[in-house]
């Protein structure tokens, strides 16, 4: 099962302004949880979500605890050429996971 | 009332008190969100509007709480939102997340999924190209706490 869903429109027009749907799975372990025994949970969160479009930065997020399990993000972006969309997460434990999408702009 | 049990009904309820105190998990307060939104803003003004922060006012299960922040702009190369940074009262920590937005995004927009430990406040504070900060904030009720529950 791929642990990353992306929703970006297959095709768009010059000029439009589209919205990209980001879900990636991962627990999100907050760190202030307590097990029955009283140890605290380690924290394993996703700490950095990055979108470029051809390379170029466009979205960039900064995670902390308070972001929920599988997060989820939705953004908008202006599309003038048709490309590729690249996505990185990471996060502790060195997590890492890529994904991408590609748009043709007419 | 009798002084002997007037007098035990405060000890208890002072007891009470001082347990519910003590069970409380940490929580970031006021000053904490404060000291956050001075890290990201500085010695800058923060001006309320021209944000709109999109959250349930009544939430059930605090551990995914849709939220959408959006902020009017024309996100013009030369009059854009560069970041938006949301905060919260009563969570363990007072950050919730950061935005970074390019100029190119044409809707300043941001929808996620987030945690809510207790019924609280929630800010949502915008940086312009120009500066300047705004913000906006919004009270929300939970029932069902996240974060800090045990695990089972």
Redesign the interface.
Same mark, same amino acid.
């Given at each position: 099962m791929p642990s990353a869903l992306i929703n970006v429109p297959r095709k768009a027009k010059r000029g439009d @302004?589209i919205e990209i749907k980001t879900l990636m799975s991962h627990i999100m372990e907050?760190g202030?949880?307590? %097990?029955?025994s009283g140890e605290v949970?380690p924290r394993d969160i996703v700490t950095s979500f990055v979108c470029r479009f051809n390379g170029t +930065?466009? #979205? /960039?997020?900064?995670?902390? *605890?308070? @972001? $929920?399990?599988n *997060? #989820?993000? $939705? #953004?908008? %972006?202006?599309v003038?050429e048709s490309g590729k969309f690249d996505f990185e997460w990471t996060g502790d434990k060195g997590f890492s996971e890529t994904a991408s999408a590609s748009i043709s702009v007419e | 009332m009798d002084c002997s049990t007037r007098r035990e009904f405060l000890a208890l309820a002072g007891g009470a008190a001082v347990l519910a105190v003590t069970l409380r998990?940490?929580e970031a307060t006021p000053a904490m969100l404060a000291s956050a939104i001075r890290n990201v803003v500085g010695t800058a003004a923060v001006k309320t509007g021209k944000v709109k922060l999109e959250i349930p006012p009544l939430v059930e299960n605090g551990?995914?709480?849709p939220m %959408?922040v959006s902020v009017e702009s024309p996100m013009a190369p030369e009059d854009h939102v560069k970041s938006i940074h949301v905060f919260?009262e009563k969570? *363990? !920590?007072p950050? @919730?997340?950061?935005?970074?937005? $390019?100029p !190119?995004?044409? /809707?300043? !927009?941001? $929808?996620? /999924? @987030? /945690?809510?430990a207790d019924s609280q406040k929630v800010v949502a504070i915008a940086k312009l190209s120009d500066g300047t900060f705004w913000s906006a904030s919004v009270d929300v009720v939970v029932t069902l706490a996240?974060?800090? +529950? +045990?695990?089972?």
């Open positions: @302004i907050t202030y949880r307590h %097990t029955v949970v +930065e466009i #979205f /960039r997020a900064d995670l902390f *605890p308070a @972001i $929920s399990a *997060p #989820f993000f $939705s #953004f908008f %972006t202006t003038t | 998990p940490a551990n995914t709480v %959408t919260n969570n *363990p !920590q950050n @919730i997340g950061n935005f970074y937005l $390019s !190119q995004a044409g /809707r300043a !927009q941001v $929808s996620t /999924r @987030i /945690r809510l996240a974060c800090t +529950e +045990e695990v089972i």
